[in-house]
């Protein structure tokens, strides 16, 4: 009986404060920002435009690195235009964009992307083909996540790393 209480405790917070399979910071996240400043616009404000920042840095830091190794693949990679719109622009671009539940899920550079399409007046069927491949993309990726056997994939980097040692 006690060694259930003691299982129970150790592996209730464990289970209570777990967090789901994750890849992106998504629409979510994204609404959660307000929450988290305790709806200080102004704060609200400098955090979005800090991610938006960096996500735009990364993307560039990834281009030149693709296009030092592959100008043509790196032009075809990173061909979405995600500069149209100012930051201020985008950061309300966003907002409207994750007010739509369906879209909350959705990851925010993609999302970029599709904002700068909306902004760009791109045609509707071409931004709507574009959301509904992200969804499609997000879905199978999660999928596969939460299919995936995170014990073989330990055990193949242990012989990995064992082989590797002389």
């Known amino acids: 009986m006690k060694k259930k ?3 129970l405790l150790v592996f209730l917070p464990i289970m209570a404060f777990s967090q789901d399979n994750r890849l992106f910071w998504d629409g979510r996240d994204w609404k959660r920002v307000a929450q988290t ?6 704060m609200e404000t ?17 281009y030149l690195k693709t296009w030092a190794e592959n100008a043509t693949l790196a032009n075809d990679v990173f061909g979405e235009t995600v500069d149209y719109l100012s930051t201020r622009e985008l950061i309300k671009s ?6 739509d539940p369906l879209n909350s899920y959705i990851p925010v550079p993609s999302a970029i992307v599709i904002a700068n399409l909306y902004a760009e007046r791109v045609p509707m069927d071409i931004i709507d083909n574009y959301i509904k491949e992200t969804r499609e993309w997000v879905n199978s990726l999660v ?24």
């Open 94 to 99: 966003l907002d409207h964009f994750y007010d």
């Open 5 to 7: 209480i003691l299982l």
């Open 143 to 166: 999928i596969d996540l939460d299919t995936l056997n995170y014990s073989r994939l330990i055990e193949e980097k242990y012989l990995r790393h064992r082989a590797k040692q002389p």
């Open 37 to 42: 400043v305790d709806h200080d616009i102004e």
């Open 46 to 62: 400098r955090m979005k435009r800090a991610y938006l920042h960096g996500v735009l840095d990364g993307r560039l830091y990834g």
